[in-house]
């Protein structure tokens, strides 16, 4: 079983969509959460971290839920310019030392 | 400032050959990380430098793979002999030794290696 796991997708949604992705993971010692955004043959970019009271951040909300172990990413008003991989990600260190464990990813494509 | 820089960017190399692979980190970053992405899997971390120093090696994959990072600046990742499973887009990442403040791995380019 991978450590976090995630819906490949992918998700084609037209634009002005909103679009959730989720993933859940597997170690109960993790301490950090992160959404990263990764594009076509790019590097991973961090998107935004993920708190239990949830946060937002413009267009985007993650929230974490510790007890169900998951981790949700909502994207309002989707633009064309969203169309990337999401990627969920986990450390379990709390100050984000040491190594990152990530999920498959999640394949956006916003449509005009 | 410039960001996390990795060479080369492409690599093709025939199954037996040895290849070297370079990150230049953000100046400043004690922490160095090297990641690796293979054809339909999830990234995954192969090893920790702080400074110069090993601190988690726990991702490589066996002792084909060999990471140095003299004088806790750049960093290098040989592959010698390389095997076909090698092939992947290997990431360099650094973050600041920032104590309790939340950190920020930030990732470079990335290095295409193709093993033939």
């Known amino acids: 079983r991978k450590e976090v796991e995630q819906d490949p997708g992918p998700f084609n949604v037209p634009e002005g969509a909103t679009v959730a992705f989720n993933c859940t993971y597997s170690?109960?010692?993790?301490?950090?959460f992160f959404w990263y955004r990764q594009d076509c043959r790019k590097e991973p970019k961090l998107l935004m971290s993920?708190?239990?009271s949830g946060n937002e951040d413009g267009r985007f909300t993650a929230q974490l839920n510790r007890a169900s172990q998951y981790i949700s990413l909502l994207i309002r008003d989707s633009k064309l310019s969203d169309s990337a991989t999401y990627l969920c990600v986990v450390n379990k260190s709390p100050s984000n030392t040491g190594k990152l464990i990530f999920g498959q990813g999640t394949t956006l494509q916003v449509k005009p | 400032e410039a960001g996390v820089t990795q060479f080369p960017s492409h690599s093709v190399i025939e199954k037996g050959q040895t290849v070297t692979l370079r990150c230049d980190p953000i100046?400043?970053?004690?922490?160095l990380y090297w990641y690796r992405r293979v054809m339909g899997k999830e990234i995954k971390f192969l090893l920790h430098f702080v400074k110069e120093s090993k601190q988690d090696e726990s991702g490589m994959p066996n002792n084909r793979f060999l990471a140095e990072r003299t004088g806790g600046t750049y960093s290098t990742l040989k592959v010698q002999p390389a095997e076909l499973e090698d092939s992947g887009v290997y990431f360099c990442?650094?973050?600041?030794?920032?104590?309790?403040?939340?950190?920020?791995?930030?990732f470079g380019p990335g290095t295409r290696l193709t093993v033939l």
């Open positions: 100046s400043g970053h004690d922490n």
């Open positions: 170690n109960s010692a993790s301490q950090s």
């Open positions: 993920v708190y239990s």
């Open positions: 990442a650094s973050s600041e030794l920032a104590g309790y403040k939340e950190d920020t791995q930030y």
